[in-house]
């Protein structure tokens, strides 16, 4: 018997940042377990902070991210030009 098919999606442990400033969502990972993805957040939240971005709020999830980093805003401006 295969224990793995070819549909089956396989999920990693990330770091989910979303920003308010700039209107952004970044993934940061893979990582092995949730331990060690919840060891390195505080260091993507200080590098985030450090270069301008604010409200911050980050998870560690399992997920498989389709991108790394998603840029909410460009998205909205596409939409209203409409």
Not at 34 to 58: H, P, S
Request: glycine share 4%.
């Amino acid at each position: 018997m295969n224990l793995f098919q070819s549909n089956q999606l396989e999920f990693a442990w990330w770091v989910e940042i979303n920003t308010v400033v700039p209107r952004c969502t970044y993934y940061f990972g893979p990582f092995d377990s949730g331990k060690e993805a919840q060891f390195y957040r505080t260091g993507y939240v200080e590098d985030l902070y450090q270069e301008g971005a604010r409200d911050i709020v980050a998870l560690v999830k399992e997920c498989q991210p389709d991108f790394l980093t998603i840029f909410h805003d460009e998205a909205e401006l596409q939409i209203s030009s409409f």
